[in-house]
């Protein structure tokens, strides 16, 4: 099986504007999660989704959102950027959540100018 | 809330030299408990869990993790290092009951390995 795949690997944008990640599952999985990770803060939690729903919410502002397809792919979108946003955005995925090994794609790498 | 410490941010080996990192993590029940392994540039390869049953748990890479609920440790340990074990290594836990869904990471541990 092909494993998570994370469009586009980098990215480039200045304060103020907004940005589209995207994240293909592992095929047959239902779960995927996002992930912040920065030097500062290390790892944080952003947002599961599970069958279209949001289950799951992390601690962040109200710019970052996501959605859920009926094919399970995944997208995060970040509002207004600010440069503390510059970060690697890693997504996973599962088969259904809690119990299941999530497994992880190579990430996004953001930065803010 | 639950939460993880990696006390040592880096450590440095001798390849062929044994390895043991240590994880403690602060939870009220038996958590569910992982390390993941990360290579520079790249995302976060499993390389072992622990649900329940044998405290002593084997992974990928010839690594093992030992549970003691004790200590409220997950401590990742390798015999003999290899230079290409070099990268950061994250433990992490996962509420095992509710419907919290995400993985509460560690701050990660960089490892160097000397040749």
């Known amino acids: 099986k092909a494993g998570v795949t994370q469009t586009p690997r980098y990215l480039i944008k200045t304060r103020g504007q907004q940005v589209t990640l995207s994240c293909s599952p592992i095929?047959?999985?239902?779960?995927v999660s996002w992930y912040q990770q920065t030097p500062g803060q290390g790892l944080q939690f952003l947002f599961e989704?599970?069958?279209?729903?949001?289950?799951n919410k992390g601690n962040f502002p109200g710019r970052f959102s996501g959605r859920q397809f009926s094919n399970s792919r995944s997208e995060m979108n970040v509002s207004t950027l600010e440069l503390g946003d510059s970060a690697l955005y890693l997504c996973?995925?599962?088969?259904?959540?809690?119990?299941?090994?999530?497994?992880f794609g190579p990430g996004t790498r953001l930065t803010v100018l | 809330a639950q939460s993880v410490t990696q006390p040592d941010i880096h450590i440095t080996v001798s390849e062929g030299a044994s390895l043991e990192l240590r994880c403690n993590y602060s939870y009220g029940a038996t958590p569910y408990l992982f390390w993941y392994v990360q290579s520079p540039g790249q995302g976060l390869q499993l390389l072992l869990k622990y649900f329940s049953g044998d405290t002593l748990v084997q992974g990928i890479k010839g690594f093992e993790a030992e549970f003691k609920r004790s200590q409220s440790s997950f401590n990742l340990r390798k015999p003999s290092v290899h230079w290409s074990d070099a990268a950061e290594y994250f433990c992490a836990v996962v509420d095992s009951g509710g419907s919290n869904y995400k993985l509460t990471f560690g701050k990660g541990t960089l490892l160097t390995v000397n040749p």
């Open positions: 095929s047959g999985h239902r779960s």
């Open positions: 989704y599970f069958s279209e729903t949001q289950r």
């Open positions: 996973a995925s599962s088969d259904s959540g809690r119990t299941d090994t999530q497994y």
